[in-house]
């Protein structure tokens, strides 16, 4: 069992933290501006054609349908619907709906975050909040926030949603063939490749640019990414987000997600605005890892999504 940190933070208070809403007041004028994280984003659609031989190796009987509807939400990080896309942090989150289970993944392009347990998780948010003195300060104090601040420091923003990577950050529990079970990372590879804009590029753009670049895009080609499973080895640290697993690790290809575009007029495309995605809605076979972090999120999602009604 997970050890319990001494100062463990309530859901209330990780997500005050995340929204910087800290007392009544403020929590009752985030209520009146539905005051959300990831504020910044769109919805758009596709399919999930799963790898025909993903059973050889796993025993996950949704992706025995192929293919599987796919409404997609990308974001900026923050709860500022202003926010430049210049900066760096890319979030794509998908709703895998099968006719009978679901699969959410809730993804970024960092694939380190900056904190292992829910205490950690509070100091950073409320420390970014403070400016450029909290993130100094976070800097000398926390080497998880640190490790995770010089790899963003690293990550020149991409021109297109499309030329991101995607990072599921947490462990899942995977059943294989024996019914054994298996530790392994989400991570989404983009077929159109990495891409970064370069200085000039970056002056040539205004702060708006993702939204209208992705849909012109899968107007003509679909943006598509490749999805594997990273697979722990032996003495990995399963249940603590802020450690990288070596990029040599072995990976079983899961599928394809292809975005479209083409079930946009969907009412449950035109809603996911106003919807949650949810990391634990998993199918048969898929399991949480004991990560603290993993744990915590669906709760603060649920009272983000309430707060905001
Ligand atoms: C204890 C850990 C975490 C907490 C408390 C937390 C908190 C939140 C909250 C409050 C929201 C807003 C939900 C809503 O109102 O719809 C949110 C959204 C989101 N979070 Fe987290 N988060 C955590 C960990 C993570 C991690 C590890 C990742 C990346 C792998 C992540 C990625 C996202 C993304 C992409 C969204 C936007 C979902 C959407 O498009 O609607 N979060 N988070």
């Known amino acids: 069992a997970p050890?319990?940190?001494?100062?463990e933070r309530t859901i209330a208070e990780l997500v005050d933290a995340v929204n910087g809403t800290p007392d009544a007041a403020s929590r009752e004028a985030g209520k009146k501006v539905k005051l959300r994280n990831h504020t910044k984003g769109f919805c758009t659609s596709g399919y999930f054609a799963p790898n025909p031989k993903l059973h050889d190796s796993l025993n996950i009987p949704f992706f025995n349908q192929n293919?599987?509807?796919v409404t997609a939400r990308f974001s900026l990080g923050g709860t500022n619907p202003k926010?430049?896309?210049?900066?760096?942090?890319?979030?794509?989150s998908l709703k895998i709906d099968g006719d009978k289970e679901n699969l959410n993944f809730v993804t970024t392009n960092v694939p380190i975050f900056f904190a292992s347990n829910l205490d950690d998780f509070f100091t950073f948010q409320t420390k970014v909040k403070q400016g450029a003195e909290g993130k100094q300060w976070l800097i000398d104090n926390k080497p998880d926030a640190k490790a995770f601040f010089n790899y963003l420091t690293q990550q020149p923003p991409s021109?297109?949603?499309a030329n991101s990577r995607y990072f599921g950050v947490n462990s899942f529990l995977f059943t294989d063939k024996q019914?054994?079970?298996?530790?392994?990372?989400?991570i989404f590879e983009p077929v159109a490749g990495t891409a970064a804009l370069s200085a000039s590029?970056?002056?040539?753009l205004g702060d708006d640019f993702l939204k209208a670049e992705l849909l012109q895009r899968i107007n003509t080609q679909?943006?598509?990414w490749d999805l594997y499973i990273q697979l722990a080895e032996q003495g990995d640290e399963i249940n603590n987000p802020t450690v990288l697993w070596p990029e040599n690790r072995q990976r079983i290809l899961v599928g394809k997600v292809v975005i479209d575009g083409k079930r946009d007029s969907d009412p449950q495309v035109q809603q996911c605005d106003k919807s949650i995605f949810n990391p634990l809605l998993l199918p048969k076979g898929i399991a949480a890892?004991?990560?603290?972090?993993l744990n915590a999120r669906t709760a603060a999602y649920v009272e983000s999504f309430i707060r905001r009604q």
């Open 67 to 69: 293919p599987i509807k």
């Open 159 to 161: 021109p297109s949603f």
């Open 289 to 293: 890892s004991d990560d603290p972090i």
């Open 179 to 186: 019914n054994n079970s298996i530790a392994g990372k989400w």
């Open 222 to 224: 679909p943006a598509q």
């Open 83 to 92: 926010l430049s896309d210049k900066t760096p942090g890319r979030f794509m």
């Open 3 to 7: 050890i319990a940190n001494a100062a």
């Open 201 to 204: 590029e970056l002056a040539n």
